[in-house]
């Protein structure tokens, strides 16, 4: 891990009014907790889990590491789950709106800090930008990896690869029309060492929606071809199985959206299982409109009141309820919600990868999504690899991130209730570690008042 030492390097230079988020050298041992370790396996009861620069380095019954020398935390009636990943935000604060309803690239770091803190503070210690202003989300990647912010690890693609005026062609984008002449704006992207690319294949002439153009497939495939050979995986945002076949077999590496156009295909659900294609969930995206339409009550529960500051619950209650209770769109997606749902645990059962996403921008989101996936008839167990090994394995990291196994990169939530009865238990959090080191999570600069 040369990129790791040098990052270490470069902390012992820097001031010391940096947040040490690297990993700490002192050991830090979970003692006599439930281990939920994000493989799927049942949850073991009397488990010590010790941690050593910034990994796990043992995990056997309590009593045989009774003798571990460091910084004890009591497990006793605590659950023990790897840290949760989000494999689908854009961050706040990379993209304005202006008074006329023009997206523009925008750079608003205090926003961005206050939405990576929420994160951290929901128990999140990974997220997958997937679009958003290069320049903006990138300068945050450098500093979350220099150890300089509060932040959970980011994973980001920059800006979204796509046809002009396809789905995506916003702020940032990165034009393809034709072939080689395309490559030296794909240079320019690959370049800024994106950890993932991704694709639009949407026409999006479905619903309420408008027709846009989409982007050939065969143009699609010379893209993938081109960014696997610099060793980068891809994803594509894609809403149809007729689309989401297409990029299957044009070598995508990941599907960034459930289908929800309409229902998934008991052939559709083989091809998953025979491809393990990571498939990201983000339901909570679809149905967050009637959700806010119908029960805005949801805001009022403590990790949204830590996430979001006094003013944007208001104005989400007050401004973006009624408006979004006058759009088609809303319960377009009331609609096709169970669809969604339905064909996720469709692919799951023929064991399908799925992923958690929410397409979100906040932490609590992520808490949400899982619901929405018990609702969906998924079991909690499979559920907590979904929110974690299996992000893991959609980044091309499964083995070293993801689960609480030896040797694998410390990210965990202590939680006081078990998510293994009841999903919800997963926001019972008590402490998120990072990387080996506890967060101080009243400390975060999350934008709600809850904490103050
Ligand atoms: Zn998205």
New binding site residues.
């Given amino acids: 891990m040369i990129l790791f030492s040098k990052t270490r390097a470069r902390l012992v230079v820097a001031a010391t009014a940096v947040f040490c988020t690297l990993a700490q050298a002192d050991t830090v041992i979970f003692d006599n907790v439930t281990l939920i370790d994000g493989t799927g396996r049942d949850p073991l009861a009397g488990i010590s889990v010790v941690v050593e620069d910034g990994k796990f380095s043992q995990i056997a019954p309590a009593e045989t590491l009774a003798g571990v020398e460091g910084t004890r935390i009591d497990g006793t009636g605590r659950y023990l789950i790897p840290g949760l990943m989000d494999m ?1 935000i ?1 961050l706040k604060g990379g993209v304005t709106v202006t008074e006329t309803g023009l997206r523009e690239a925008g750079n608003d770091r205090q926003v961005g800090l206050a939405a990576l803190a929420s994160y951290l503070y929901s128990g999140v210690t990974a997220v997958y930008d ?2 958003n202003n290069p320049d903006y989300i990138f300068a945050l990647r450098d500093e979350e990896r220099s150890g300089s912010i509060e932040s959970p690890r980011i994973f980001a693609t920059g800006g979204i690869v796509t046809y002009p005026g396809s789905h995506g062609s916003g702020p940032g984008y990165t034009p393809v029309d034709d072939w080689p002449e395309a490559k030296a704006a794909l240079d320019d992207h690959i370049a800024r060492k994106p950890d993932i690319l991704k694709l639009t294949l949407e026409e999006r002439g479905w619903g309420a929606r408008p027709m846009i153009p989409l982007l050939p497939v065969d143009l699609m495939q010379k893209v993938i071809e081109y960014y696997n050979d610099h060793g980068i995986r891809t994803t594509v ?1 894609t809403s149809s199985e007729r689309r989401a076949r297409q990029a299957i077999f044009a070598g995508i590496d990941n599907l ?1 959206h459930p289908i929800i156009q309409g229902p998934a295909t008991e052939a559709f659900g083989r091809l998953m299982g025979a491809k393990k294609i990571p498939m990201v969930t983000t339901l909570a995206i679809g149905e967050g409109y009637s959700r806010l339409a119908e029960s805005p009550d949801f805001l009022d529960q403590p990790l949204y009141q830590a996430s979001l500051s006094a003013d944007e619950i208001e104005t989400l209650k007050t401004e973006t309820r009624p408006a979004w209770q006058e759009r088609k769109w809303t319960w377009w997606m009331q609609i096709m919600t169970p669809i969604a749902q339905e064909g996720l645990a469709l692919i799951h059962n023929a064991g399908g990868v799925l992923v958690l996403g929410t ?1 979100q921008t906040i932490g609590p989101a992520v808490h949400h999504e899982m619901k929405l996936l018990a609702d969906a008839g998924i079991p909690a167990k499979d559920i907590i690899r979904i929110a974690t090994l299996n992000g893991a394995e959609f980044l091309g990291r499964e083995t070293d991130m993801g689960s609480i196994e030896v040797g694998k990169l410390a990210d965990a939530v202590l939680l006081t209730a078990n998510p293994v009865e009841d999903i919800t238990n997963t926001r019972s959090i008590e402490l998120v570690m990072k990387n080996g080191r506890v967060i101080d999570r009243q400390s975060l600069p999350v934008a709600g008042t809850a904490l103050r």
């Fill in positions: 689908h854009h997937s679009g945002h960034s397409d």
